[in-house]
Every structure is written in structure tokens, then in C-alpha cells.
């Protein structure tokens, strides 16, 4: 495992590298990851390892084992302020993936609180995304938050939050038929995504831009942007019902 030495409050810890987390994590199978994750916490030093086990709680929990995810958190006590935030963070997620998300939400504040003090950015953002998922009143500002601090953080693993939080304050801006604002967000998530995203990621910005050009009545714009979509697409449901709808 690469390690990263990093000082907090006058002491060195073994840091779990965030590019090692990125190769054990597929999002689209929680259960191989967290065979993944258990191979790597065996040889894993302690703080770089209850970082791990963290993830392992998400994966338990992504995978349908909730009560495994909740009993594995309960047994990390750390010291070390990334795993505290870590830990807040994963603890949220299991609230509000379980329907609770007014019981989340102090969990998302305490893993900003505690990631800021870290000086860590890329959990510092995720947990205002976060908040921003679980605080439907104050949505629009936590993902605003996030994009600033995103923006002017120096860490380039940072900016890839960029395209979630456009993209989520687009679809707060077009729910409310703000389709504008809508737009300029769908955009931005589209730059990001072109920036530091995939290609998956690239092609989900585009859908956004010609769902709002089509809310805007720009329909050829959208219709061109579909068609292009479908030859990369063919078998992507929400493109074939976006070209059926602008035939109407």
C-alpha cells in the first residue's frame, strides 16, 4: 500500500492514499469491494486501516447488509481526525440511505466540522454534497458551499466534485423551472465533467444540457444533442425517451 505521512496536532500518521482508495472502490459492486477493502486492512497500517474499514461500513451498507455496516462503525474509536470524519461521514450515509435523512444531517456537519480542521478538502466537499442531499431546505446553499470550496481547493481529486454539485443544483434550479439557471448549471457540470471526469460522466452532463435546452423550448438544440448521445448510447433508456418525447 502507498502511505502518505501526515501531520495533525503535532503527530505523524500513516494516511491511507486517496488514488489506492479510488483502485479498490467499484461503486457498481459494493460486495467485491468489500472483499477488496478486507484484503487491504490486513496489511494496512492502524490509521490507514480504520480509514478502510470505514469503507468497507459503506460497502457492507451499499451492498444490503446494514446492520453489519452499523455494528463494524460502532467499533471504530479513532483518534485521528480524517477517520472521525470519515466515520461522521459513513454514519450519515447509513441514516439517510435508511430513510432518515433529518437524523443525517448532524452527522454531515460534524464530518465537515472535523475534515475542515483536517485540512482536507475532498471530505470537507463530500460532506457538504452530502448535507445538500439530506437538508432539502438548505440544499441550494450547502452545494453553493461546495462548489466554492471545491473551486479553490489545490487538491485535483477535489474538482471532480464539481460535476455532482453543478449537476445537482441544476436539477434543483430546473424542479423549480428555473430552466436559465438550470442550463448555466448543466454547463458547468459538462466543463467539470470534461475536466476531470469520465466519459460516462461527459455523456450524463450532455443528457442534462439537452433536458433543460428542451424545458427552454430550444428543441433542435436538444434533439441534436440526443441523437448524437444515442449513437454513443443505443441502449440507454433516458435518451430514447427524451428523442420520443421531442417528437411530440
Same mark, same amino acid.
Given at each position: ?21 479510488? %483502485? ?94 483536517? *485540512? ?13 442531499? !439530506? ?18 481547493? !489545490? ?10 454539485? *453543478? ?6 434550479? *430546473? ?9 448555466? %448549471? ?63
Amino acid at each position: 500500500m502507498t502511505r502518505r505521512r501526515r501531520r495533525y496536532a503535532g503527530r505523524v500518521t500513516d494516511r491511507l492514499d486517496p488514488a489506492r482508495l479510488d %483502485e479498490l472502490w467499484d461503486f457498481a459492486d459494493a460486495a467485491a469491494s468489500a472483499d477488496r477493502f478486507r484484503t487491504e486492512i490486513a496489511s494496512a497500517p492502524p490509521v490507514a486501516a480504520d480509514e478502510l474499514r470505514t469503507q468497507l461500513a459503506r460497502a457492507l451498507g451499499l451492498a444490503g447488509r446494514g446492520d453489519d455496516a452499523d455494528a463494524l462503525l460502532d467499533s471504530i474509536a479513532p483518534d485521528d481526525l480524517v477517520v472521525r470524519a470519515r466515520v461522521a461521514l459513513e454514519r450519515g450515509r447509513r441514516r439517510n440511505s435508511s430513510g432518515h435523512p433529518d437524523e443525517a444531517a448532524p452527522h454531515f456537519e460534524q464530518a465537515l466540522e472535523l475534515a475542515q480542521s483536517a *485540512h482536507e478538502d475532498f471530505l470537507a466537499v463530500d460532506a457538504l454534497h452530502m448535507l445538500a442531499i !439530506a437538508d432539502q431546505a438548505g440544499s441550494a446553499e450547502w452545494a453553493a458551499q461546495g462548489v466554492a470550496l471545491a473551486e479553490a481547493s !489545490a487538491d485535483p481529486r477535489t474538482h471532480r466534485w464539481l460535476i455532482a454539485l *453543478h449537476n445537482n443544483l441544476g436539477w434543483l434550479h *430546473h424542479d423549480a423551472g428555473r430552466y436559465p439557471e438550470a442550463l448555466a %448549471e448543466f454547463e458547468a457540470a459538462d466543463a467539470a465533467a470534461r475536466a476531470h471526469g469520465s466519459e460516462d460522466q461527459q455523456q450524463i452532463a450532455q443528457w442534462a444540457i439537452a433536458r433543460a435546452l428542451r424545458s427552454l423550448g430550444r428543441r433542435d438544440g436538444a434533439r441534436a444533442i440526443q441523437e448524437r448521445l444515442l449513437v454513443l448510447r443505443p441502449d440507454d433508456e433516458y435518451v430514447t425517451e427524451e428523442l420520443e418525447a421531442l417528437k411530440e
